[in-house]
């Protein structure tokens, strides 16, 4: 039997359709693993803006990539209903990319439409503004509204999950024969992913949510467009296609160019006063209202850090009296001060009039930092003024130092590198989100400690003790815990209701001992010396049931379960949660 002899021309025409497959090969897989990289991306997006609306970050934000990679399962499973896997993948880009880049805006339009239709429908019906809208569509919305960021999450992982199996079998259809075509294509889906997730660690969260979304679904665009010019006679519809990716790509840059006024627009709705500032920074969403009542004085500012009440102009004074001047009064001196968040520098503005030597601000957020301290080109000039107005220029007084840090890992140098300091303050957010735990750990305020001169005092914001009565008491046993002798005392801020502190010391008297045998003057013009000593007054069965709460650590996360709890008690009492 006699095979055909090899020519040379027969071996170059060989060698060229190989080229020439591999080229087509190539292309396919880089298709594949920037594909990956836009689903990590679009995971990402919906579950970090879901918990934002939420309010519930971490069922947030595993729900949503549990139903995300569920639902692209699902979607893997379908796509060999397809007959034409070259259309069927030409088509798929298109739909991800009108789907995830719109999905924010579809989010935020739901969510906000909830919170405006009672608003209307008080007006339209000339209800009484004590009577609630809450019942029948009110409610209906409320509910679609908390299942639309999954609903969302569920389409959008459905086509995602079809796109290997396309790539596979265009894979096979290429070739007369793949070798190990099903590793080939997930290791290029897994290597896109981890670069996903990269991309959206290092650019996508320090740019606003809905840009990240509108440039990932252009760059599904693109892999679309480039899918389409190489394979265009092997797809059907093409002009209608090509068309529609058109049509979706104008879309696509309107929404880029326009998209975070929109968005910025409809999440002013979920708050009752008007929106004069809004900034989605790599770490959070800092919103600031006015109310002007009455037309007289100054309008009421209110800070709002991931949609949860910071303080108010109104009232904020006696907060922050209440946390630092008690504090102040505990510590033999007050020389050298540490404030563990405040980026707003209101507790710096109280801190000064007892004449430290130096303050040190340790706040994670530098685009907060800047905008009270009045440094934000971006911000007009009477915002500006008003709030550097409010904190008295704090943060610009030539004693004060801002670090913007992580404050867990930046204590740990200010242990190493052996600082003291006569007075902590830690004025963090309620402990709401469980990123937020290492802050309020044993382990956290054992460093606090080894910063704290043995005559100084410390400060915790606490939550309060009436709304989460659990999470104020673990605050104060976990700073026990920690080597501390620590108080806890509580005062009524109007726009907070009934809230709390714990005040500790590191040896010798206790710190309510201490206030009483001041030595200083109080520096404050709201409270009094009275005011504070009855402040530490609890009703008689308040601490019963102390032994049951336990403290919070690194390994064993129970404050956030306690402050979640107790805020979920009081819904649909109070309009939002606070600090």
Not at 293 to 316: C, H, K, T, W
Request: net charge neutral; hydrophobic share 45%.
């Amino acid at each position: 039997m006699s095979s055909k002899p090899t020519t040379t021309a027969n071996l170059a025409t060989d060698i060229n359709a190989k080229s020439g497959l591999s080229g087509k090969d190539a292309m396919l897989l880089g298709i594949m693993a920037v594909g990956a990289a836009c689903g990590i991306i679009y995971e990402y997006l919906l579950a970090h803006y879901a918990g934002r609306v939420l309010g519930s970050v971490d069922v947030a934000v595993y729900g949503m990539i549990g139903v995300m990679v569920a639902s692209m399962g699902v979607g893997a499973f379908y796509a060999r209903t397809i007959d034409n896997p070259y259309t069927g993948f030409a088509w798929l880009e298109a739909v991800i990319s009108v789907i995830g880049g719109t999905s924010i805006l579809l989010m935020a339009a739901v969510v906000s439409y909830a919170f405006v239709l009672p608003n209307e429908l008080q007006q339209t019906f000339g209800l009484d503004p004590s009577v609630i809208a809450d019942g029948g569509p009110v409610h209906a919305l409320r509910e679609v509204s908390k299942v639309t960021p999954y609903l969302l999450g569920a389409v959008l992982g459905f086509f995602i999950g079809m796109e290997i199996p396309f790539i596979a079998r265009i894979r096979e259809d290429l070739y007369e024969r793949v070798e190990n075509n099903a590793g080939t294509v997930y290791g290029m889906d897994y290597i896109g992913g981890g670069v996903g997730a990269a991309i959206w660690v290092t650019v996508c969260l320090s740019q606003p949510i809905i840009i990240s979304a509108a440039a990932t679904a252009l760059l599904n665009l693109l892999l679309g467009a480039i899918f389409i010019a190489k394979f265009w006679h092997k797809i059907r519809w093409v002009a209608l296609l090509v068309l529609m990716k058109m049509m979706v790509g104008m879309l696509l840059v309107a929404v880029l160019l326009k998209g975070n006024t929109w968005i910025n627009s409809m999440n002013s709705m979920l708050y009752k006063d008007k929106v004069i500032y809004s900034n989605n920074t790599r770490f959070q969403n800092i919103v600031v209202t006015e109310r002007i009542i009455g037309g007289v004085g100054q309008p009421i500012l209110s800070l709002y850090i991931n949609g949860r009440l910071q303080f108010s102009s109104a009232d904020e004074d006696i907060y922050h009296a209440m946390l630092v001047s008690p504090a102040m009064l505990a510590s033999a001196r007050n020389e050298k001060v540490l404030v563990v968040g405040g980026g707003d520098g209101l507790a710096v503005r109280d801190i000064l009039r007892y004449q430290p030597k130096s303050v040190t601000v340790i706040d994670l957020d530098p685009a907060m930092t800047r905008l009270f301290s009045g440094r934000d080109d971006e911000v007009d000039f009477w915002l500006s003024k008003r709030l550097t107005e409010l904190n008295a220029g704090a943060l610009n007084d030539s004693r004060v130092s801002v670090i913007n840090e992580d404050a867990f890992l930046y204590v740990e140098n200010l242990v190493a590198e052996r600082q003291a300091y006569d007075t902590i303050i830690v004025d963090l957010p309620d402990p709401s989100h469980p990123d937020l735990n290492k802050l309020y750990s044993v382990y956290f305020y054992r460093q606090l400690s080894n910063l704290l001169n043995g005559d100084g005092a410390m400060v915790v914001q606490s939550t309060s003790p009436y709304h989460s009565k659990n999470a104020f008491l673990s605050i104060g046993k976990t700073i026990s815990e920690a080597g501390l002798s620590a108080q806890q005392y509580h005062a009524n801020v109007p726009s907070f209701g009934e809230w709390g502190w714990t005040i500790a010391s590191k040896i010798g008297a206790d710190p309510l001992s201490r206030i009483r045998n001041k030595t200083k003057a109080l520096q404050s013009d709201v409270i009094n010396n009275d005011f504070i000593l009855g402040a530490f007054t609890f009703p008689k069965p308040f601490f019963n049931q102390l032994e049951k709460i336990k403290a919070n650590r690194l390994n064993s996360p129970v404050l956030y379960a306690y402050h979640s709890e107790g805020w979920r008690k009081q819904e649909g009492v109070f309009i939002t949660q606070i600090r």
